[in-house]
């Protein structure tokens, strides 16, 4: 599991965290949502080391993020952020071929290619290999970064808006993708806007609000219609679909 202990952040002198305490369990996808500015995307951001811990302690599978190596961090989890700017002469096989580094450190073999041509399949993008990042959609360009940090292969796998510029299709089907890789025995984080998409596939929910988690559990006991009101600041009617929340919040 990740564990979250005592956790606060600052930027600046403006409070983004505050004594955050809660878990990530394994083998489940959880998913993060909150209103803008909650710090869900900070949070990600801690556990995954893409910023430097302030205050509180993070393990990952028992891994003190800031003790562990790197290069044995990179073998446990994978982290997308939001901030995927990179070079745009890079070719979307080899960005995804990136995700591979941390088992082969420069020498690939067989097995790494292996990986990296299952990833392009399964985000329908083995046409596009080798097409320049600025060759195509967003939405295209999305869905390799997503294919990268798949090929990793890791016992965690954190998304930061990994739907954004995905259309329903493929927002679905990357759903679909990581519900799998969960079923396999791998734990995903993941923040996402789109609270139903939280409450047709994930297992287990955080929410927060100005930078506190106010409630966590099991989808059906987090997305009710009062804490969702209260969490967003506007009135959400929730219904059932095939046994899951249905979140109504459009009218």
């Not at 556990?47 to 990952?60: A, D, K, N, S």
């Not at 901030?83 to 790494?112: C, M, N, Y």
Request: aromatic fraction near 4%; glycine fraction near 10%; charged fraction near 20%.
């Amino acid at each position: 599991m990740i564990r979250i202990d005592g956790v606060s952040h600052r930027i600046g002198h403006a409070p983004i965290l505050h004594d955050i305490s809660t878990q990530l369990p394994q083998g489940r996808l959880t998913a993060l949502i909150g209103p803008n500015g909650a710090g869900k995307s900070t949070l990600l951001r801690l556990i995954g080391r893409l910023e430097p811990l302030q205050q509180g302690r993070i393990t990952v599978a028992g891994h003190d993020i800031a003790t562990t190596p790197t290069d044995r961090l990179a073998t446990v989890m994978a982290i997308l952020g939001q901030q995927t700017a990179i070079a745009s002469r890079l070719r979307l096989a080899e960005l995804v071929a990136f995700g591979r580094w941390p088992h082969h450190k420069g020498r690939p073999g067989p097995a790494d290619r292996a990986k990296v041509a299952q990833a392009l399949e399964a985000f329908a993008l083995a046409p596009l290999a080798h097409r320049f990042l600025d060759e195509v959609s967003g939405g295209q360009a999305q869905r390799a970064h997503i294919a990268m940090a798949v090929a990793q292969d890791t016992e965690w796998m954190l998304l930061d808006e990994p739907l954004n510029n995905l259309d329903m299709a493929h927002a679905r089907g990357l759903m679909r993708r990581l519900r799998l890789m969960v079923d396999e025995g791998r734990s995903v984080g993941m923040v996402v806007h789109e609270i139903n998409y939280a409450a047709a596939w994930a297992d287990h929910v955080i929410a927060m609000k100005g930078g506190r988690v106010v409630a966590q559990g099991p989808a059906d006991e987090v997305l009710t219609e009062s804490l969702l009101s209260d969490l967003y600041d506007t009135p959400i009617h929730v219904g059932q679909h095939q046994g899951r929340p249905l979140v109504l919040h459009h009218c």
